[in-house]
């Protein structure tokens, strides 16, 4: 739907009187009347990478949810102040690992004998607390993009991984990239004790996964796929990592936002693509792509925005730069220093894998 052209001309006009002191990351999900307004925009990874190149920016408005403010916040400077439009926007699959649950998951690591052998990669999907628990215990973190490089790193440093919080970008990848078989990943439910694991199950798992999932990429099934084959001869499917296991291994290409961007441009013209991911996104990319005559459609049948990257609109946007323009700090996101040490350590990790 179109933008309100009043809110478009507010928001262009504090942007404008902000200049240089304010710099707009938006994440590839973000409305496209939000998108508009961003200096960059990115997968989870360009996005942290990009917020940590810009010193000079006195305030990081950051069009995404939580978790990216978070980890915007521990790599940028002291001085530069990160702010989410709405304190809202979270991520339902972070929220599915606490610091006491995973407290806990280690506690259990440890009686079963196996803890020195494991070494935590946590997607960047996850709460600082996550990732400072990931740091202190000699893990990395990763993102969709540069999860089989972690994979590998990690594997160089210890005999088992605990990834989390997504069972489906850890099956994934230890599937389709390290060659492992779905027996050699178990299943570590939070909510049950020991995990619902044997200490047997742990000794001999090589990853432990775990029970997180997205709920956006969880509703695309192998059915999905199966109708949209049907329904176009020669499609080609694309999706994310977040997807299911049995999507990911019946789809033709498997990667991140950026990845999926950057495949499509690549794409010859004439081609046909269903895309496994949010919404926006997709929507978005047939229109870009439609005069270059590539159709693209969404995997599914059903509407499947993220909700929380949705919070992000422009009446959020605008009352955050109006407020930083009158020189007002609102919805700042800033982490305690004693987690962002560790955290810091962890996401340094992944900023140096190879
Ligand atoms: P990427 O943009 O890194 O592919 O991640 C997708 C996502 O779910 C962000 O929340
Ligand atoms: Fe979280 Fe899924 Fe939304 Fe990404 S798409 S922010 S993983 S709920």
């Excluded at 049907?230 to 991140?256: F, M, Q, T, W």
């Excluded at 999926?260 to 997709?282: D, F, H, M």
């Excluded at 229109?287 to 992000?312: G, P, Q, Y």
Aim: charged share 25%; hydrophobic share 40%; net charge negative.
């Amino acid at each position: 739907s179109p933008s309100d052209p009043d809110l478009v001309e507010r928001a262009r006009a504090a942007k404008e009187k902000l200049g240089d002191k304010v710099f707009v990351l938006g994440h590839h999900y973000q409305r496209d009347e939000v998108i508009q307004f961003a200096d960059v925009t990115g997968d989870s990874f360009k996005l942290a990478k990009d917020a940590a190149a810009k010193p000079e920016a006195e305030y990081i408005v950051f069009c995404g949810v939580h978790f990216m403010a978070e980890s915007a916040d521990i790599l940028t400077t002291d001085d530069q102040k990160v702010v989410l439009p709405d304190l809202a926007a979270g991520c339902s699959m972070a929220d599915m690992a606490t610091a006491e649950q995973v407290a806990e998951c280690w506690d259990v690591l440890t009686e079963a004998g196996i803890a020195e052998q494991v070494v935590p990669v946590s997607y960047m999907n996850s709460s600082a607390d996550i990732k400072a628990f990931t740091g202190k215990h000699g893990g990395t973190i990763c993102t969709s993009s540069n999860a089989k490089r972690a994979l590998e790193w990690a594997y160089e440093q210890g005999e088992k991984v605990l990834f989390l919080p997504d069972q489906h970008l850890g099956r994934n990848t230890a599937v389709r990239d390290m060659g492992f078989s779905l027996d050699d990943c178990v299943l570590y439910n939070p909510h049950k004790p020991n995990g619902g694991l044997t200490v047997e199950q742990l000794r001999d798992a090589k990853m432990i996964l775990w029970r997180g999932h997205c709920s956006v990429h969880g509703r695309f099934s192998l059915e999905s796929v199966e109708d949209v084959r049907a329904r176009i001869p020669g499609v080609n499917v694309l999706v994310h990592p977040e997807c299911k296991h049995e999507v990911v291994a019946a789809a033709d290409y498997v990667g991140s936002t950026e990845h999926i961007i950057q495949t499509l441009q690549a794409a010859p013209a004439g081609s046909k693509w269903a895309i496994g991911t949010e919404l926006n996104l997709v929507r978005r990319l047939a229109n870009r792509f439609a005069a270059d005559d590539k159709e693209i459609v969404f995997l599914d049948k059903t509407v499947c925005f993220c909700s929380t990257m949705n919070r992000i609109d422009l009446p959020h946007l605008v009352w955050a730069l109006e407020s930083l323009a009158e020189g007002k700090l609102v919805n700042q996101i800033e982490v305690d220093r004693e987690t962002e040490q560790f955290a810091k350590l962890a996401l340094e990790r992944m900023l140096a894998l190879p």
